[in-house]
């Protein structure tokens, strides 16, 4: 089958090609196709927003990904609004910004979460989730990865994110276990679908 990952992340489109070894998906990528803005307040109604427009474009079933950190002395925040934190441009001044909203914090728990999607060009749409916890250091480590993969230490290891290779990051991530649950439901042949029509 072939299927359009829905991403302009090009670390997110490595960790999905390199997530789905199971299946026999030509994975490909937009090929100019614009996203949509991300105007939903919650992951599946941005990742949906991102699955649909790019399976109705190409007439190909579609995967998309929404994903953010929740930090627990932030209530929360940013989630959703991960990507653009504080406003911030880049990876490295989000987490300068973050570190400066956690100074003397005591509580560093975070968590990372991802919804994953896979939307059909007749409006069908499967969604998975994944989360993993872990905590925030006070200063980054590891050149590995990407956003805030360098100040988070999921829980039981002692490495940050941006420390681990891909594999490695895959086998404990948010996004690797929403990966993993899309691929167990395929592994057996033919798309397993939630009959559930997009609005
Ligand atoms: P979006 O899913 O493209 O809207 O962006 C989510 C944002 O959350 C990214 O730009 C990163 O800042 C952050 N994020 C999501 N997943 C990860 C991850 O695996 N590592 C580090 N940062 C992440």
Redesign the pocket.
């Known amino acids: 089958m072939r299927v359009v990952v829905a991403?302009?992340?090009a670390?997110?489109v490595r960790?999905i090609a390199e997530a789905l070894p199971g299946l026999s998906w030509q994975l490909e990528g937009l090929g100019g196709l614009p996203l949509p803005e991300?105007t939903g307040t919650t992951?599946e109604e941005?990742?949906a927003l991102k699955a649909c427009a790019a399976a109705m474009a190409r007439g190909l079933p579609a995967l998309a990904?929404?994903?953010?950190?929740e930090v627990a002395a932030l209530g929360g925040q940013?989630g959703?609004?991960?990507?653009?934190?504080g406003g911030r441009d880049s990876?490295l001044e989000?987490n300068l910004y973050l570190l400066e909203r956690l100074r003397g914090a005591a509580d560093r728990r975070a968590k990372?979460?991802?919804v994953v999607m896979l939307a059909y060009p007749d409006g069908h749409l499967e969604t998975y989730r994944g989360e993993?916890t872990g905590t925030l250091l006070e200063g980054p480590r590891g050149e590995n990865?990407?956003?805030?993969?360098p100040l988070?230490v999921p829980d039981g290891e002692t490495r940050t994110?941006a420390e681990m290779t891909v594999a490695e990051?895959r086998a404990l991530?948010?996004?690797g276990r929403a990966l993993t649950a899309l691929m167990e439901a395929h592994r057996d042949g033919p798309p397993a679908r939630d009959l559930t029509p997009v609005e």
């Open positions: 991403t302009g992340n670390g997110k960790e991300e992951y941005n990742a990904d929404d994903s953010g950190l940013p959703v609004y991960s990507a653009r934190f990876d989000r990372f979460v991802s993993m990865g990407f956003g805030y993969d988070f994110l990051k991530s948010h996004r």
